[in-house]
């Protein structure tokens, strides 16, 4: 008996300390949950410097508008990630023909952004109001600064010269302002736009003037994307080498004469319509009529090189890579 009643009083004692136990980590635990993030993960607010670099020209961001027009831009950067990622890895591919281009014009190599950001390094990039090409230019201003477009070749879509035509620009923009980040806003909204808003509101620079959102944003989405680029892994990007989109080599057939079907052409090539298309976008039929004392070169890749292959990735710049 006495056995029974020394086992009844351990089973009484354990009872009471489970459930002091088990109230007292009830409380805990809606504590703890109450401090609980509503989110999986953690955004931290990404640090802002005092100043940052444009061009090679400084620009503070000590007063409070410029400061929070960048803020937006590189926590923008930073947090969309499959968009700032897949920048990256266009970027690999468009970025060895885009600088060499621009360095040759006498064009500042942050404008390669401006490249990007205008059309996502999308070779088809095809906007509500019809520009088109990486450089999205409008129809009337791609025949302006020498781009041939017709309903079969279009050379917005041509990366070498639309980025001749976007030097010509740019160019011809800074002679009148002699800024570089005051150019980069009138490839925005037009050189007559900003020209006109500069008189109007009695200012030198497109950064103190009051603008529509979109180009009020232009010039510090160049600048936080420049920012992101010289140090990915800072900002969260991890890339390795495979995961960068390699420059496809191309050899280049010189045509002086009408094309009837590019299909049956692509194919003397060992390629199909599809490919042909690929690497010359700007041909925007199924077949290429050709003026007397005219001709067209056309990229051909080798069918080897359509193929994946790691060790053929070459890194544009090391800095993009996982240290």
């Not at 390094?121 to 230019?137: C, E, K, M, T």
């Not at 002679?175 to 037009?190: I, L």
């Not at 976008?281 to 005219?294: A, C, M």
């Amino acid at each position: 008996m006495r056995y029974y009643n020394y086992l009844l009083l351990l089973l009484s004692v354990g009872l009471l300390c489970f459930l002091a136990v088990f109230l007292l980590g009830s409380k805990d635990s809606g504590e703890v949950s109450e401090q609980r993030p509503y989110v999986s993960s953690l955004t931290v607010s990404v640090p802002i410097p005092d100043e940052v670099e444009f061009c090679g020209k400084k620009i503070k961001l000590d007063r409070i508008d410029l400061r929070e027009r960048y803020d937006r831009e590189i926590n923008s950067f930073t947090y969309f990630h499959s968009t700032t990622m897949l920048y990256f890895k266009r970027a690999n591919r468009y970025f060895p023909i885009i600088e060499p281009i621009l360095k040759e014009n006498g064009i500042p190599d942050d404008f390669k952004y401006l490249c990007m950001i205008e059309s996502n390094l999308d070779i088809r990039s095809v906007s509500p109001a019809r520009a088109v090409g990486l450089w999205q230019f409008m129809e009337d201003a791609g025949k302006q600064f020498g781009l041939e477009i017709t309903n079969e070749v279009d050379e917005r879509y041509h990366i070498e010269k639309a980025t001749e035509a976007a030097c010509r620009y740019l160019k011809s923009a800074y002679s009148r302002y002699g800024d570089w980040a005051t150019v980069a806003a009138s490839y925005n909204a037009g050189m007559g736009r900003i020209s006109s808003e500069l008189k109007k509101q009695r200012v030198d620079s497109s950064l103190d003037l009051l603008l529509v959102e979109e180009t009020s944003r232009y010039v510090f989405r160049i600048m936080a994307a420049r920012q992101i680029f010289a140090q990915p892994y800072r900002y969260g990007f991890i890339l390795k080498k495979e995961n960068l989109y390699t420059q496809v080599p191309v050899q280049y057939v010189e045509i002086s004469s009408d094309v009837s079907d590019l299909a049956a052409f692509a194919q003397q090539y060992d390629l199909n319509y599809m490919q042909l298309k690929e690497f010359n976008p700007w041909l925007r039929d199924t077949k290429l009529k050709i003026q007397p004392g005219k001709s067209y070169r056309i990229a051909i890749p080798k069918k080897e090189d359509l193929y994946y292959n790691a060790d053929k990735v070459k890194v544009h710049d090391s800095r993009w890579l996982h240290p």
